[in-house]
Each structure stands twice: as structure tokens, then as C-alpha cells.
């Protein structure tokens, strides 16, 4: 028998043996050695199978060995993704059927697909050249390869180890490696099959990409903390409970809380929508504050409960929502989610607690889509969303208003106008602006219809805090009790923006200036994505009964945020994803 293919590959080796004999012979190599035996009857039709073939193989971290006391190898089973599903499933390597063999096949594209999905920790393999090298494609060819083994009928053997005590340590170490790596592959099959969604509607995957998971909870430490973190430290303080506290505006919100000495808790579920690691550094800044954020989904009701159950919050800041107006044509059902699904359930537990909270909740700017009566007044039509995202928020406010009718609960709901400023949302045009004028690359610019202006009431994060603990303060309390509503309670909504609208190209000429880099404009025209050509804010409203007054135009609060994305990500040295 000759394997023409098996020699060619770089990453495996045959060493034929002299004799038909159960020991391999010594071998300086600290590689783990697998014995490969044709069978007695292809080795009785071909007689030169009758040697014995030791194939050195290039995945010591995946081998599994079982020695008894004389270093005899007694069971060998490679655990490289498709044999340890042969070894799992009920299809051994060695079988002829073809039936059999299909079901195999399907094992092990089912086990690739795995690993290109989930493969997390480095792979090492020395290559032919003698160096390392780790990456999926090896493991692709090497399991190709292995098909080819597959087809030569075959049994382990056994062999005797090597007795120099350098390279018996050197094997066991390996063995400790392996046993290791391969604990935690059967570990990563187990999440994979057992744990992920059943449905494969693109809904649910997106979901399980935006990696929407609930951490486990309980226990008296987390208790503490959670009380800690939600204790009242000032007279007339409040007990918030902000969603979303890991997010741009909720980090802020947060943190303006805390200093002044209320209790607060956060909640965030660190989702990918854009680099996670922000979140965590915001995580971090919350925590030297005094914050402590709970990692949940405002849909996991069981933790909401819990955590009224453990602090009798007065209000909630509710800011955990799919934000962004172009995504919503990427992942509609996101913003389903998060935007309609999360603030029904906040809502469901806030109405059956006891005391109710008032709630503070961000709706935004954006409900007011097509309207064209400038400023935007909250008297205005908002029955045109130009977006998903839009029509969610607007939802959002109507099932307020039935929470509010129902249940007694006060709401007041924010309009915020393009939110901008330190600890940003790289997804928002303004950041990824900045990140993209220092990489050199260019810009695109919408322009409107016939050459028309796109401007945005951009409003800088300082007002918008203002606004949102002025809206705390005057938040009356809910009326009802044990899920039922005792009277008549507050319902509002607000719009919090800055009454002065700039182009986006003069947007991009303050950063131009701050930077000291010429941008790579690329204007064109405004695509149909959800985006409105212009926002105005009318904030008479939120000025009479809030106080909001916002007081940073965009050049200052531009200057703010580039001093803080140029210290943050390293003079650019380290940039934005
Ligand atoms: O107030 C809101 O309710 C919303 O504000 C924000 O949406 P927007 O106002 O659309 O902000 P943002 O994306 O920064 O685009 C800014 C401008 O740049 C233009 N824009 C954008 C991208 C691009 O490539 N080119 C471009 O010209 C674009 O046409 C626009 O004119 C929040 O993201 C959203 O979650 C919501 O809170």
C-alpha cells in the first residue's frame, strides 16, 4: 500500500519502520507519535503493507493517549475536529458502507463549519519549513488529508515510548497540553450543539452574532455589590436603575447620577453591535465611580425581578436600545428586539413591582422622519418614520402611553437630536469621521436632493445629561400598585436638542480644523437607508418644564470629543474600529 497524497502534505509525515514489531523505535522528536497498522487484509493482498507506517502527526494538542504502566499505548484516538466525531458519533473511521461514510462526511463539514465559526484559541502547527503557523486553512487541508486516511481500512497499534526520562517529561507535558485543549474542544462542541438557538431564522442568528447572552447572576456577593452600588448617599437622593449603562449616553448618565450621590445600578448586555471593548473601557470608568453594571438583556425577566427584588428602585433610566438608523436595514430584528420586546418587558416589571418607579426612557429625533415643519415641536406629526429604527421608537412611545393608561406608571419619554461627544458610538458619522480623515481615507458626504444640504441639530453629551436628570427630578411618582393602576399619572415627552442645525459638510470642516488633516470628501447623494435630510429641535418645551438649556455649540463639544479620541485611542496610533 502507498500513500502518495499523505507524503506530499506539509504538515504530516510517514516514517515506514523496519519491522512488523509493537514497539516504534526511539525517536528524538518530543512529537507525539500515532502507529498506523494497515490491516491483515490489505496487507495480505499488498505485502508491502506488511511494515508498519508511524505517522508523526502535526496536532500534539489534539492527540489523545492512553498508556498502561508499561507505556504501552492501549487506546489512541486522534481529536482533530472529524475524528473525534468519528470517536463521538456512532460512524467509526473505519467503516466501508457508504451510507455510513456520507454521515461521516456530514460529521465532519458540521465540524469545520465549528471551528471557522468558534475556533477562538491559537492553533499551533509547525509547518514544512519547520516554523509555526496557525490558522484554519491548515486545519482545513490537514482534514482533507485525513480523508484520504479514512479510506485505508486501519486499527491503532500500539508502540513503546521513548524511556530517556527528557523525553518521558516532555511526553507527559504534552499529555497535560492535550488533555487540556482537548477538554476544552469537547467543551466548545457542547455550547455549540446544546446551547445555540434551534431556529435559524436570520432574526435569531443575528442575534446570537450580536452575542445577546445573560450571564449567570446570584449569589450574596453580587447581592452586596448590587446594593452597594444602588445605595443612596445624598439627602432627597433617587435609586436608579439605568439600562444601557455601558452605552454612550447611559455612561454619562450614570456616572452625573452618581456624584451627586444617588444610588445607581447598571445594566448592560455588552452586545457586538460596535467594538465591545469601548463598552468595557466605559465599564471600567463606572466602576471608579461606583457604578456597577450588571451584565443582562433587558429581556431576561427573571434578572429585571430580581434585581427590583434586591433594591426597591424609585426610578428607572431606561437607554438600553438597538441604536442607529442605517442598521436597521441590516438587522431589522434587533431593533424588534431591543426596542419593542426590552421596553415591554421593562416595562411588565416596572408595572407589577412594588413600589412602581417612575421611568425616564430615550425615544429620539428620529420619529420625527418626514415632517418638514421646522423646528420640530412635540405637537408635531410623527406618524411618518423614514426608518426601522424610527418606527420602533415611535412604538415605543405609543406602548408608553398604554403603560401610562393601564398601569398607572409615569413616563416620560426623550427626543435626543444626534447625541455626540467623549466615549461616542464609533458607529455614529462624526467618530468614524475623525477615525477615518486621520487613517486618510475618504468620507462620503450625503448631499439632498439637487445639491441640497443635510444638517443635523447635533447636540453635545453635557446638555443631554442635564436634560435627562432634570427629567428625573421632576418625574412624578407612578400611581399604581400591585399591577393595577390608583390614578392618573404622568405622561410626557420631550425634545432634547441643541435649536441649531449645521451641515454635515461644515461638521466635517471643525474636524478638518481640530485634526490639522484635509479630509477625502466623497459626496453623494443621500441613499435611501432610513436617513432624513435635516433635524431642528424645538426645545421650549423641555426649557419650561426641565430647565434644559443647552449651552456647547459644535465646535466645543468637536474639540472635546477629538481631544478625548486622540488620548483614548493614542494619537491615532491605535484607531478606532
Ligand atoms: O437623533 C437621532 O434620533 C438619531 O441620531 C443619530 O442618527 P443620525 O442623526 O443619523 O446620526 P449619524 O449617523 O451620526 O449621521 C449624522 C449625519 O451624517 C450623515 N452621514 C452619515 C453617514 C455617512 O456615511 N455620511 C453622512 O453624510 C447622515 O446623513 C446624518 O445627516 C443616531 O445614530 C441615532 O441612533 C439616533 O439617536
Redesign the pocket.
Given at each position: 500500500m502507498t500513500f502518495p497524497q499523505i507524503k506530499k502534505l506539509p504538515s504530516l509525515k510517514f516514517v515506514k519502520t523496519r519491522e512488523r514489531s509493537s514497539v516504534c523505535e526511539p525517536t528524538p522528536s518530543p512529537k507525539l507519535n500515532l502507529l498506523f497498522v494497515p490491516t491483515t487484509t490489505s496487507a495480505s493482498k499488498k505485502p508491502e503493507d506488511s511494515h508498519k507506517y508511524r505517522l508523526k502527526f502535526q496536532y500534539p494538542h489534539l492527540l489523545f493517549c492512553l498508556f498502561d504502566d508499561t507505556n504501552t499505548l492501549i487506546i489512541t484516538f486522534i481529536a482533530t475536529p472529524f475524528p473525534l466525531f468519528c470517536f463521538l458519533s456512532p460512524f467509526p473511521l473505519s467503516t466501508t458502507k457508504r451510507k455510513t461514510k456520507k454521515k461521516r462526511l456530514f460529521f465532519q463539514t458540521l465540524t469545520l463549519a465549528f471551528f471557522k465559526k468558534i475556533w477562538r484559541f491559537p492553533l499551533k502547527t509547525r509547518n514544512s519549513q519547520g516554523g509555526y503557523s496557525s490558522n484554519i486553512q491548515d486545519l482545513e487541508s490537514v482534514m482533507s488529508q485525513m480523508m484520504h486516511i479514512d479510506n485505508i481500512p486501519s486499527t491503532p497499534g500500539k508502540f513503546k515510548m521513548e524511556k530517556s526520562p527528557y523525553n518521558r517529561l516532555r511526553m507527559h507535558f504534552s499529555l497535560a497540553k492535550l488533555t487540556f485543549w482537548s477538554f476544552v474542544f469537547l467543551g466548545l462542541i457542547f455550547v455549540f450543539f446544546y446551547r445555540s438557538p434551534a431556529s435559524s431564522s436570520p432574526v435569531s442568528s443575528d442575534l446570537s452574532r450580536r452575542s445577546l447572552r445573560t450571564s449567570s447572576y446570584g449569589g450574596p456577593a453580587w447581592e452586596k455589590r448590587i446594593k452597594a452600588s444602588a445605595k443612596v448617599r445624598s439627602r432627597n437622593g433617587i435609586s436608579v436603575l439605568v439600562t444601557g449603562a455601558a452605552g454612550f449616553v447611559g455612561t454619562h448618565v450614570s456616572v452625573a447620577l452618581k456624584r451627586r450621590g444617588d444610588g445607581v445600578l447598571g445594566l448592560d448586555n455588552f452586545n457586538d453591535y460596535y467594538d465591545p471593548s469601548l463598552k468595557r473601557a466605559r465599564q471600567a470608568l463606572l466602576e471608579r465611580t461606583g457604578v456597577y453594571v450588571v451584565e443582562g438583556d433587558i429581556n431576561d425577566a427573571t434578572l429585571l425581578k430580581k434585581l427590583f427584588d434586591i433594591v426597591p428602585f424609585t426610578h428607572v433610566m431606561h437607554l438600553a436600545?438597538q441604536?442607529?438608523?442605517?442598521y436597521a436595514m441590516e438587522n431589522p430584528g434587533s431593533y424588534v428586539h431591543s426596542n419593542i420586546a426590552g421596553l415591554v418587558n421593562v416595562l411588565e416589571i416596572c408595572k407589577s413591582v412594588n413600589p412602581q418607579p417612575a421611568i425616564v426612557w430615550?425615544?429620539?429625533?428620529?420619529?420625527y422622519g418626514l415632517n418638514t415643519k421646522v423646528p420640530f415641536s412635540e405637537k408635531d406629526r410623527t406618524d411618518q418614520p423614514a426608518s426601522l429604527?424610527?418606527a420602533t421608537?415611535k412604538a415605543g412611545e405609543e406602548i408608553a402611553h398604554t403603560y401610562n393608561h393601564i398601569y398607572g406608571l409615569s413616563l416620560t419619554g426623550l427626543?435626543?437630536?444626534?447625541?455626540?461627544g467623549p466615549w461616542g458610538?464609533p458607529?455614529?458619522?462624526?467618530?468614524?469621521?475623525t477615525r477615518d480623515i486621520l487613517k486618510g481615507k475618504s468620507?462620503?458626504?450625503?448631499?439632498a436632493a439637487n445639491h441640497g444640504t443635510?444638517?443635523?441639530?447635533?447636540?453635545y453629551i453635557d446638555d443631554i445629561v442635564k436634560g435627562c436628570l432634570a427629567a428625573l427630578d421632576t418625574a412624578e411618582k407612578s400611581t399604581g400598585s400591585g399591577g393595577k393602576k390608583k390614578g392618573a399619572a404622568q405622561l410626557r415627552v420631550f425634545n432634547l436638542g441643541n435649536t441649531s442645525p449645521v451641515p454635515?459638510s461644515d461638521?466635517v470642516g471643525i474636524l478638518e480644523r481640530l485634526l490639522k488633516v484635509k479630509a477625502k470628501r466623497l459626496v453623494?447623494k443621500?441613499p435611501r437607508n432610513?436617513?432624513?435630510?435635516?433635524?431642528h429641535a424645538n426645545i421650549s418645551s423641555a426649557h419650561k418644564e426641565l430647565g434644559y438649556k443647552p449651552t456647547t455649540d459644535l465646535q466645543t463639544g468637536l474639540k472635546k470629543f477629538v481631544r478625548w479620541y486622540l488620548n483614548y485611542y493614542g494619537n491615532g496610533k491605535k484607531s478606532a474600529q
Open positions: 436600545a441604536a442607529g438608523v442605517r430615550a425615544s429620539s429625533s428620529s420619529v429604527y424610527a421608537k427626543r435626543f437630536f444626534t447625541v455626540y458610538r458607529d455614529m458619522a462624526y467618530f468614524f469621521f468620507i462620503p458626504i450625503f448631499e443635510v444638517a443635523r441639530d447635533f447636540t454635515v461638521l453623494m443621500l432610513g436617513d432624513v435630510p435635516f433635524t
